[in-house]
């Protein structure tokens, strides 16, 4: 098209109009369908684009979620590198309980958790248990194909990080932090002068109400006398108190 004129160059030896009746409804029959063929993959192209620009969004924030996941265990395995904060765990929570959290930087289940780190199951659902009483470990539950429930476990870094504070802010003579949400604990009677070992419900009830050092059972106490041996024990003397066995 002449863009001056805004005139159409016919092919040669053609004149507009030239021999033509009445020949707008043939335009029409031959014009239509190419149109809409047009328009057609004009449609196609555009949602292609579409596609591919939303295609492309994915990666890109997939590579940036990757890149924060990557961070955070960084984060992670930076708190748990200081000495008193692994020592803080290791006591409070369980000997496994550093290679537990390391898993958590993924949703897990027990099941994995306890295959990968070559732990018994039992041992992980304590640990996951005494992690959750602490706020540190959270999970989903999701129905499988056969319409179980599964358990996935994943960090709460936030809490883990407020732990960490915590721990490393706490003189000796503070005493270890107590997990919040948990109102009945649990101690043995023969052992606990020696062992100063109190356990939160979730981890006396996975060791099914018994001593693990002895094999009694375990006697029951309130959240407000445990408050107070936790205090009497951060006081009397350097051992600490431990909130699981370890
Ligand atoms: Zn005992």
Redesign the pocket.
Request: aromatic residues 0%; hydrophobic residues 0%; proline residues 0%.
């Given at each position: 098209m002449n863009k001056k004129t805004g005139r159409v160059r016919m092919p040669k030896g053609k004149k507009a109009n030239a021999g033509t009746r009445n020949t707008a409804h043939v335009n029409a029959r031959k014009t239509h369908p190419m149109s809409v063929r047009v328009k057609k993959m004009r449609l196609e192209a555009r949602r292609e684009l579409k596609l591919k620009a939303q295609k492309k969004a994915l990666k890109e924030q997939a590579k940036l979620d990757l890149e924060a996941a990557e961070n955070e265990r960084l984060r992670v395995e930076g708190l748990l590198d200081n000495a008193v904060f692994a020592d803080f765990i290791s006591k409070n929570i369980g000997k496994k309980a550093i290679s537990v959290i390391k898993m958590l930087n993924e949703p897990q289940t027990d099941e994995k958790i306890a295959a990968d780190l070559n732990v018994k199951i039992n041992e992980v659902r304590r640990v996951l248990n005494v992690l959750d009483s602490y706020g540190v470990a959270r999970y989903d539950t999701n129905k499988d194909s056969k319409g179980w429930l599964t358990f996935k476990w994943y960090l709460d870094g936030e809490k883990l990080t407020e732990l960490h504070q915590n721990a490393v802010n706490s003189k000796p003579g503070d005493g270890y932090k107590m997990p919040e949400n948990c109102n009945d604990f649990f101690y043995?009677g023969?052992?606990y002068e020696e062992a100063k070992v109190i356990l939160p419900f979730d981890a006396a009830f996975e060791s099914q109400f018994k001593?693990e050092?002895?094999g009694?059972a375990l006697k029951q106490m309130s959240k407000e006398e445990a408050r107070v041996l936790f205090e009497e024990a951060s006081t009397s003397n350097d051992k600490g108190i431990t909130a699981a066995p370890v």
């Open positions: 043995c023969k052992c001593c050092g002895c009694k």
